[in-house]
């Protein structure tokens, strides 16, 4: 049965465009085909240029090849600064607001050929403030926060790949949710240059797509890395299975699929031991917790102290917190994050990656808002690359996905790892079927 063009992985898109078997025109079109269906379900978007999209598809298609990313529609997440759409950082208070230039990241996967065709929904200033944006998987439920567009967009094939940004878990838990892979990488490896500011120390450019090779295409390029292009791996991993000290958290369906990766894993060939969390670690959450606010109320002083009453309640709240930190508290906590990542690195020298949960469970019912990012938090904290993958499902029949971690700065080996055991997780589960298939959409 031949795949609709819209549900084509980017690689394998990348290819019939580079050989020219497809057209960007054709492609776009059917992306805007899947979206024109199921956006008034979905809400995954903001603001949408498909005339425009489909001019520079054109000019793609009658000009030489441009880049890697030649021919393919992205979603780019309202946090992010575009030229040619409305940026609104998911606030009312940027309403009119039409930044004068792209964001780095924005700009790079131009450069390489990729095609904007949109803005995607994030919630307020990449907070708690939910969006309007559903599951694909079942309406009913959230997509999770706080790059809910582009995690929607992908799962629910309307574009191959969308931009997003992770400050505590907002790439790693949407994906998870949505059943789709995110890649949050090491901390400054994507440039944020023209991305709303939330957490100077955490704030994180990363992405979703629907497999590993498809998200490292858009890493390669955003990274200037072309080892990604090629995610060839040979020896057998040593993966360390860390179960947090949120275990406690967990629901049924993430120690299920913790368990089940590994055994599938070890029987894989790779070498698997428990890491623990040291007890000294145990206030992770709240270090992180406590920088985001500090560092959220200084970055959004101007929003604070000028339009306090265009801000939710929700992130009002944070931002308070937040002021109420003394610098000298914010260091100390800083110096204490520190301690704490110094001992997590000496791990690797037994591990080559680490794999722990993605999020609680299945994603919870949209109008009890996001999901809760303590999962992600320490990682995020750590600075270190982490990668979604989906294999399971829940009670619900929702995806559930583990992140696996790896060392800060070798990101192409936590990819080349990630489709290694990605590709066993998924044989293992779905022997019969493609991870695009794993669950209903509409």
Known sequence: MSTALNSLGAVQAARKLQRRELTAVQLVRACFARIEQREN?????TALQKQAALDVAQALDDGPL???LHGLPIGVKDLFDTVDLPTRYGSP????HRPGLDAAAVALCRGAGAIVVGKTVTTEFATYQAGPTRNPRNEAYTPGGSSSGSAA????????????????GSIIRPASY????????????IPRAGVKSLAESLDTVGGFARSVPDVALFASVMMRDARMQDLSYDAKPRVGMCRTLQWRHAQAETKEAFAQAAAT???AGATVKEVPLPSQDCMLVQLHADIMAYEASQSLAFERLQHAGQLSPKIQAVLEAGAQISAEQHIKTLARAEESRIRVNSWFDDCDVLLAP???GEAPFADLGTGDPQFSRPWTLF?????NLPFATGPQGLPVGLQLIGQRYDDYRTLAIGAWVHERLLEANAPDIGASDMWPRG
């Not at 059943?179 to 901390?187: E, L, W």
């Open 265 to 267: 894993l070890s029987r």
């Open 383 to 387: 600075g270190l690359p982490c990668l």
């Open 41 to 45: 379900t979905i809400h995954a978007w």
């Open 358 to 360: 993605s999020a609680a």
């Open 93 to 96: 208070i940027y309403e009119r």
């Open 153 to 168: 967009a992908v799962a629910d094939d309307m574009v191959p790949f969308a931009l997003g940004s992770q400050t505590a």
């Open 178 to 189: 949505c059943g789709i892979v995110g890649f949050k990488p090491t901390f400054g490896a």
């Open 66 to 68: 441009q880049g890697p």
